[in-house]
C-alpha cells in the first residue's frame, strides 16, 4: 500500500525532563525535589537495577537523599548539565531541523519549597532563556508542567498528593506559569504519565510505599487529586490562554493476548483498561469508567471526591491525547509466563519480539496499533511525546559513535507512524525520548543512552560533558530534511 506521509505541519523533535537533563540542582535558587534525592545504583548488577525490590523508594534512602550533600551518588543531581549548556544543545536541535522541543520545567525551580506566594525570578529566567533560544531557531515549545519531580517539602509537610492541598499548591505552580509563558509556550501538558503514580508511587505521586497500609487507596486517591489538578489546569490554561493546547499523557502499554484463549483474552481486555484506558478515559472523556468500580472494590479503594469534582472532570477534558511508546508485552492468565523488562513494569515475554539490551521488546507494529487504538476511541488529536532506545553507545577515540540499533529503531518506528497516518489516524508530532543522553529514570544511570547526541559523562558525573554528534543525529538530520522535502 502506498502511503502518503507525513502532513507538512507534522512536529519532529526531541523529548527530555528537567531533572534527567539539567543538573544544577542547587543553582538558580532551584530547591531540592524528589528526584534529587534518588541514589545512583553503581553497585548493583543490571538485573538488580531492573528489580523492583531495590528501585523503590523507602522511608530510610529519603531522608538519606534529603540530608546528603553528594553530587556524583546522585545522578539526577548533574544529569547532562543543560543548566550551563543549553545553547549549545539548541544549537545541534535547530541543526538536526527539530521544529519542536518537549522539555520539562522543574517545580522546584519555580517554587523552590512549593508552598511560597512568591515565585523564584532567577527560575523564571531560566526557562525564559531557553524559550528564546527555541524561538531564534523557529522551534515550537512543548511544555511537560511535572515531570515527576516534586519539590521535597511537600512531601515532608503535606505528604505530596495523598494530600488534596495539592491541589493549590500545583494551579498556583500553573498560574505562575501561564502568567510568565503564555506567549512562549505552544503545548501544554499538566503531568507527565499519569498511570506512572500506579507503578512507581514515589515518581508518580510522590508517595513512599512502605507508608501507606492501604498503598492501593492512597495511590488512587492521590491520582485523583492529579485528574482535579489536571480538569482546573485545562480551565485555567482556557481561561488565560484561549487558543492554548493542552493535553495530557499515558505510558501507553499495548498488550497482546498470549493465545486466543478466551482467558487470556479477558486478561488482556483488564490490562487495556486497568493500565491505560482508565486514565485517558478520565481526562479525555471526563468521566471514572464503570469498569473501575468492580477494581477499585477488589482493591479495597474508597475514594474521596469532593463536590463538583465529578462535574469538574466533565467540564474540563484535554484538548489532544500525548502518550509514550517504548515496548509491547503479551497478557496472558498464566502465572508463570516468561518475564522481561519494560517501562515502568515487568512484562510478560512475546517469543516473536526482539529485546533492547534492558529487556524492553521493541515492536513497531504495536505502535500503529496503538495509534489507531487511541485515535478511535478519542478522536482527539494525539502527540507521541516519548519513543526511543536505551542502549550502551561507545564514544570512539574519533568522537563519532555508532550506533545504527538506533537508526534502526528511529526508522522502523517512524514508519509506523506513517502507516497510521495513512490508516487514518490523527497524529500530530513526534518527540524522540531523550534526544540527547540523560540519565536514566527507571535505573538511575548514565549508562543507558537515549540521544542522538552523546554526552560525554559517566553514572557518577565524572567527564567533560561535552556533546557528540552520534550516527543517529545524522540519520534524524536526513529523514526530517527528507520528510519536509516530501510532505
Ligand atoms: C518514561 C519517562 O517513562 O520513560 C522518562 O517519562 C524515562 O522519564 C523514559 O526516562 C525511559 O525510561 P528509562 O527508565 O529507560 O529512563
Not at 111 to 138: A, R, S, T, V
Not at 277 to 289: I, L, N
Not at 456 to 461: L, R, V
Request: aromatic share 14%; net charge negative.
Amino acid at each position: 500500500m502506498s502511503v502518503k506521509g507525513f502532513p507538512k505541519s507534522f512536529l519532529w523533535g526531541g523529548a527530555t525532563a528537567a531533572s534527567q537533563v539539567e543538573g544544577g540542582y542547587n543553582e538558580g535558587g532551584k530547591g531540592l525535589d524528589t528526584q534529587d534525592c534518588r541514589p545512583g545504583n553503581f553497585h548493583l548488577t543490571r538485573e538488580q537495577k531492573n528489580d523492583w525490590k531495590y528501585k523503590k523508594m523507602t522511608t530510610e534512602k529519603f531522608n538519606q537523599g534529603c540530608a546528603s550533600k553528594d553530587v556524583n551518588a546522585y545522578p539526577f543531581r548533574f544529569g547532562s548539565d543543560e543548566y550551563h549548556h543549553y545553547k549549545e544543545d539548541i544549537a545541534l536541535f535547530a541543526e538536526m531541523g527539530m521544529n519542536v522541543y518537549r522539555l520539562s520545567i522543574s517545580w522546584a525551580r519555580i517554587f523552590p519549597l512549593g508552598d511560597e506566594d512568591e515565585p523564584n525570578k532567577e527560575g523564571l529566567q531560566y526557562y525564559k532563556n531557553i524559550f528564546d533560544e527555541c524561538h531564534k531557531y523557529g522551534i515550537k515549545v512543548f511544555v511537560t508542567m511535572l515531570h515527576y519531580a516534586v519539590p521535597v517539602h511537600l512531601v515532608k509537610e503535606y505528604g505530596a498528593w495523598s494530600n488534596r492541598k495539592m491541589i493549590d499548591f500545583y494551579l498556583k505552580y500553573a498560574k505562575t506559569l501561564f502568567e510568565n509563558f503564555k506567549d512562549d509556550v505552544d503545548y501544554w501538558l499538566p503531568f507527565n504519565e499519569i498511570n506512572a503514580g500506579r507503578f512507581n508511587p514515589y515518581n508518580g505521586v510522590a508517595l513512599i510505599e512502605e507508608e501507606h497500609e492501604n498503598l492501593d487507596n492512597d495511590v488512587f486517591q492521590a491520582l485523583h487529586h492529579q485528574f482535579v489538578a489536571n480538569a482546573l489546569t485545562v480551565k485555567l490554561a482556557h481561561e488565560m490562554m484561549p487558543n492554548s493546547k493542552i493535553g495530557c499523557m499515558i505510558a501507553r502499554f499495548c498488550h497482546y493476548p498470549a493465545t486466543c484463549k478466551p482467558e487470556d483474552n479477558l486478561e488482556q481486555l483488564h490490562d487495556e483498561q486497568y493500565t491505560n484506558w482508565f486514565y485517558t478515559d478520565v481526562m479525555a472523556r471526563g468521566k471514572y469508567p464503570a469498569y473501575m468500580n468492580r477494581y477499585f472494590k477488589a482493591k479495597n479503594v474508597k475514594l474521596q471526591m469532593a463536590e463538583g469534582d465529578v462535574e469538574l472532570l466533565a467540564e474540563y477534558p484535554v484538548d489532544f491525547v500525548a502518550f509514550s511508546y517504548y515496548f509491547t508485552q503479551v497478557s496472558t492468565a498464566d502465572e508463570n509466563w516468561e518475564k522481561t523488562g519494560g517501562n515502568l513494569v515487568i512484562a510478560n515475554k512475546n517469543p516473536y519480539l526482539k529485546s533492547s539490551e534492558w529487556g524492553w521488546q521493541m515492536d513497531p507494529i504495536g505502535l500503529r496499533i496503538t495509534l489507531n487504538q487511541l485515535y478511535d476511541r478519542y478522536q482527539k488529536p494525539l502527540f507521541i511525546a516519548e519513543n526511543g532506545l536505551g542502549a550502551v553507545d561507545v564514544l570512539e577515540a574519533d568522537g563519532s559513535v555508532h550506533d545504527p540499533y538506533r537508526i534502526e529503531y528511529l526508522r522502523t518506528h517512524t514508519a509506523a507512524i506513517k502507516e497510521a497516518i495513512e490508516d487514518g489516524v490523527d497524529v500530530f508530532g513526534y518527540t524522540m525520548w531523550g534526544i540527547i543522553d540523560l540519565v536514566s529514570c527507571g535505573s538511575v544511570e548514565m549508562s543507558k543512552r537515549y540521544g542522538v547526541i552523546y554526552v560525554d559523562a559517566d553514572d557518577e558525573g565524572k567527564g567533560t560533558f561535552k556533546r557528540y554528534k552520534k550516527d543517529s543525529f545524522t540519520w534524524f538530520k536526513n529523514f526530517i530534511a527528507q520528510e519536509n522535502e516530501t510532505s
